[in-house]
């Protein structure tokens, strides 16, 4: 009798002990990864009975004998044998495709999506390295309304991305605006930009020098001509909680997620002739081969529709098509522009530097900065120039070009910055389009079934929202619906008739 | 009989040992022969006797059109099947041809067996071809999951049977059908009568299948490769719609009470599983699921034992194993094209492929029973035996086909209206070979149109 009461209260201990110590099992999934940087407002009942039960489960199978040996051993990571669609590429395009093809089925469950992703942990993906701006100040409509879009979408974030049971989506949006500077070169230029920006929606405002110092007294405004100003949806976010946003909510919908690497695709090839008399090669994407990560295992997903937005290396994977392999004057030739380039970006600490309503400041020798944070910190960083680029190999840091080519301008631009410190650093690719720095949107006249959604040279993340709509509508409509994308299909590069933005950072 | 059991049986040396190149061309010549064969056996259609060649195997009026389909399905299957197995070791094709005919063998001796225990072996033996098709050449990690269901629901029906059977053999000294249709009524009146009752019908309800137990069939249907889910379609499903036809002769007076709560199972299936097709995404899982929904009306027309609604079953059974063997060819061919099943994935196809709308379009048709194909003709002849017997059912069965109507045209506009999506429009050209599978589907059942006597049964 005692020996159960013993029993049972040593029980009762070991519940008030799981329940009370919020370590948490160690074996916690991403999708009880918190996504705001303050605790959540209230304990949820039946999340955490869920983690205790977890927890005693963990316990019970450690305790009891037994192996977790199972005669069908079947890497759980495996994705599945066949699919509908198969999204190379997990970073922000590629799960905002996944999210908007699942929001746009009219049934649940109508279609099969896997997106796979070759680094399981995002330490080389584009997405989580980028700065994180987002602005309507391009010349091009489409860009303007992309970013428009995508910054309506992102300030009504919890409408769209909302997961019943889980807390809301805080992007970390500060919408602190962007501030060009032009010089008299092109100041016109400027102006040109400025009134299409106004005409399609985009919140900018003109500044003089004399307004620039009046409005942002810490700027030294020699050889400014003209400023542009953003006023509204421009500004800087977190891109992780993005990324991670709409990677929960489509988990949620249903998308299925893989960690490997796209290293082939079987296809079916058909033969037929141009207009002009040259033979094609048309080929339709049968299956698409998935390496696992550090194995030999390997699963062939056969699909109907693959979706390339592998960023900086849809190159690569272009090419396992055969795009760009072929005689040099055919259509086969043509290969997609699109490489990675290395771009650093830089963490400083400046105590004096400028203060909370600091814009994301780019000069016109191609300086930027922005403010990090509320402890004086700042990020900056430059594009280099075109013979200087740096080597893709690896992602290591050049702390010499921010002697030479960042810290020069930007001391010149903001005198406060004259005296800070490099607190650390960091580089991440560009999915950059070499041929016009533009984002490449559409099916590849060669390969029947493949779309493409890269080669957006920096843009990617703060267009990725839209972009994601677009690929969705094309996919599902047959068309674009909310804004015609067409301009950005694979014509131009075949025509060879670059649709070139006229401030590109 | 002999001469088209021996020619099948025939056909299996004829798949170890033809050269490969000529493999595929021969094993079809051989099996349409068989089938054109076959054909003579609806000659002898006197109205109720048995047209006997053996003292193991005859044919009679019920069972001659269901021989004749399953004969014909043959070559079909064989035509369906050889895209996508073109890419197969050579020892495999030859397997799968082997399977593909020993179930013909199980399915002729199934339904020409005079002695019910016969019928009830091959029934059985059907299973095994089947369970191999499904779970080696069916395309995804669900088919085990698939066969599974499918092997466990019938074994569990069908067990009862078994004991029924031996009962029946003990109590009456004879299981053969040509004997039993002759025999007194049994006396049945207590509990354990019902419960052989029940027997006797469970393993059927769930091959046909009945609502409740027809879970099984979406998923069998689904993973199955195509020739799999031809003959499952065709003809498996009428195993059960033969046998209940069969055994109900002997199961008086006790089948007035019983059957009660099945005919209303069955059309109450009929409605949901009709609603079911139109929230479908999966144009295999949709086909299934009609298929379902008009075995239903089968089974209601079985149950009320009347001369229309043997008659009406029998109809509806053969029309719609050639309707909806044509839906899994058309479906088929779409999957070989697009490699994927999801309507909203493969739409708009009449742009590309015209000839080809106009088959989706005639089985469309057909499945939704439109005069004066014979499955409108079945329908008919089953739904007003059940408004006869009681005048409620015309609710059920009148929602069922206005449901039906629904998701036939459903399916029709989806895969073939509408814009073509960007990815297809470099589509493969229709073969000759398809067109010929979905016309050899076709012309049977718009020639019986001109002559539906051949399979009205005792009826005629």
């Known amino acids: 009798m005692s020996a159960w009461r013993r029993a049972t209260a040593r029980m009762a201990r070991e519940l008030v002990s799981i329940s009370g110590g919020h370590a948490g099992p160690s074996r916690r999934r991403a999708s009880f990864q918190r996504l705001s940087t303050s605790a959540a407002l209230h304990k949820d009942f039946f999340r955490d009975l869920e983690e205790q039960v977890v927890a005693m ?74 700065a994180g701006g987002i602005r309507q100040q391009f010349s091009l409509p489409e860009n303007i309304c992309l970013s428009l879009a995508s910054a309506n979408f992102m300030r009504n974030i919890n409408d769209h991305l909302g997961v019943e049971n889980e807390d809301p989506v805080d992007l970390q949006f500060n919408h602190s605006g962007y501030l060009f500077l032009a010089n008299e070169n092109v100041a016109h230029l400027m102006e040109e930009n400025y009134r299409t920006q106004r005409s399609y929606g985009a919140n900018v405002s003109l500044l003089s020098p004399a307004q620039l110092k009046d409005k942002f007294p810490w700027v030294n405004t020699e050889g400014v001509a003209l400023a542009s100003y953003g006023l509204e949806n421009e500004g800087w976010f977190d891109p992780w909680t993005l990324l991670n946003a709409f990677k ?17 695709f079987k296809h079916t090839m058909n033969v037929t002739t141009t207009v002009d008399g040259e033979q094609v090669y048309l080929k339709r994407i049968k299956s698409v081969k998935v390496h696992m990560p550090n194995s030999l295992e390997y699963q062939p997903v056969e699909c109907a529709i693959v979706v390339n937005a592998a960023g900086a290396f849809s190159g690569k994977v272009a090419q396992m098509l055969g795009v760009g392999i072929g005689p040099k004057d055919t259509i086969a030739g043509i290969p997609l522009p699109v490489e990675p380039r290395k771009r650093y970006v830089y963490v400083v600490h400046c105590p004096d530097g400028p203060g909370l309503d600091t814009p994301f400041l780019i000069d016109h020798s191609g300086v930027y900065f922005r403010r990090e944070g509320l402890g004086g910190n700042y990020i900056a960083g430059a594009s280099p120039e075109e013979a200087e680029e740096p080597d893709t190999g690896n992602l290591e840091v050049d702390h010499q070009f921010f002697e030479d080519r960042v810290w020069p301008h930007l001391a010149n631009r903001v005198p406060a910055f004259e005296k800070l410190k490099v607190t650390s650093a960091w580089a991440g690719f560009y999915d950059y389009n070499t041929f016009d720095q533009n984002g490449i949107i559409g099916l590849h006249p060669l390969i029947n079934n493949m779309y493409f959604a890269t080669g957006f040279s920096g843009h990617g993340l703060q267009q990725s929202p839209a972009v994601g709509r677009a690929v969705a509508e094309l996919i599902l409509d047959g068309n674009f619906k909310t804004l015609d994308l067409g301009n950005f299909g694979f014509r131009r590069i075949m025509e060879q008739e670059p649709m070139l933005e006229r401030n590109i950072v | 009989m002999l001469k088209i059991l021996v020619p099948t049986l025939m056909l299996l040396p004829t798949a170890w040992m033809a050269p490969k190149k000529w493999l595929w061309p021969t094993t079809l010549l051989h099996s349409l022969l068989i089938a054109t064969a076959s054909l003579s056996w609806l000659k002898n259609m006197s109205e109720t006797g048995w047209t006997t060649t053996n003292s193991y195997l005859a044919t009679d009026a019920l069972s001659t059109p269901l021989l004749v389909l399953s004969c014909w399905l043959l070559p079909l299957m064989i035509l369906a099947s050889q895209n996508h197995m073109a890419l197969e070791p050579e020892n495999r094709q ?187 995404t999966d144009l295999k899982s949709l086909i299934a699921y009609s298929s379902v929904s008009h075995m239903g009306l089968v089974v209601g027309g079985i149950l009320i034992q009347t001369p229309w609604g043997f008659t009406g079953a029998l109809i509806l059974m053969i029309a719609h194993g050639l309707t909806s063997s044509a839906l899994f060819c058309l479906a088929n061919t779409n999957y070989e094209r697009t490699h994927t099943r999801t309507m909203v994935l493969a739409r708009g196809l009449q742009t590309v492929l015209p000839l080809m709308a106009t088959w989706w379009f005639i089985s469309s048709l057909a499945n939704l029973a439109l005069p004066p194909l014979p499955n409108l003709m079945g329908e008919l002849m089953i739904i007003t035996s059940l408004l006869n017997w009681s005048w409620w059912t015309i609710a059920l069965t009148g929602a069922g086909t206005l449901i039906t109507a629904g998701y036939s045209l459903y399916m029709f506009l989806v895969t073939q209206r509408g814009k073509l999506p960007a990815h297809l429009p470099a589509i493969e050209p229709t073969h000759s070979r398809e067109h010929l599978l979905i016309t050899l589907h076709l012309l049977p059942l718009l020639l019986l149109i001109l002559k539906p006597e051949l399979i009205w049964g005792w009826a005629a």
Not at chain 1, 73 to 89: K, M, Q, S, T, Y
């Open chain 1, 57 to 130: 489960r963990q316990k019970a199978s450690d305790a009891l004998p037994g192996s977790k040996w199972t005669p069908l051993e079947i890497n759980p990571n495996l994705p599945p044998e066949r699919a509908d669609i198969v999204i190379v590429g997990g970073g922000v395009v590629g799960w905002s495709i996944a999210y908007w093809l699942k929001q746009k089925e009219m049934m649940r469950e109508a279609m099969k999506i896997v997106v796979v992703e070759r680094d399981s942990t995002y330490s080389r993906n584009s997405t989580v390295l980028s």
């Open chain 1, 248 to 264: 929960r909510k489509a988990m949620s919908m249903g998308v299925i997620q893989c960690y490997g690497e796209v290293t082939d």
């Open chain 2, 94 to 280: 030859r397997l799968y041809i082997c399977l593909l005919t020993s179930l013909q063998i199980f399915l002729i001796m199934a339904f020409g067996a005079t002695e019910v225990m016969m019928f009830y072996v091959m029934f059985e033996a059907t299973l095994i071809p089947t369970l191999i098709l499904i779970t080696r050449w069916g395309n995804q990690t669900e088919r085990l999951r698939a066969g599974v269901y499918f092997l466990f629901y019938t074994l569990a029906g069908s067990l009862p049977l078994l004991v029924a059977l031996s009962l029946l053999y003990v109590s009456t000294g004879t299981l053969s059908l040509l004997i039993l249709q002759y025999s007194e009524p049994l006396q049945l009146s207590g509990l354990a009568d019902e419960f052989w009752w029940l027997g006797c019908m469970l393993a059927f309800l769930v091959k046909m299948p009945l609502y409740g137990v027809h879970l099984w069939l979406p998923k069998a249907h689904v993973e199955a490769p195509i020739a799999g889910s031809m003959i499952l379609a065709a003809v498996l499903l009428k195993l059960g719609g033969y046998g209940m036809m069969r055994m109900l002769t002997m199961l008086d007076p006790l089948t007035k009470e019983m059957s009660y709560p099945f005919i209303v199972l069955a059309l109450w299936g009929v409605i949901m599983t009709g609603s079911i097709c139109l929230r479908q």
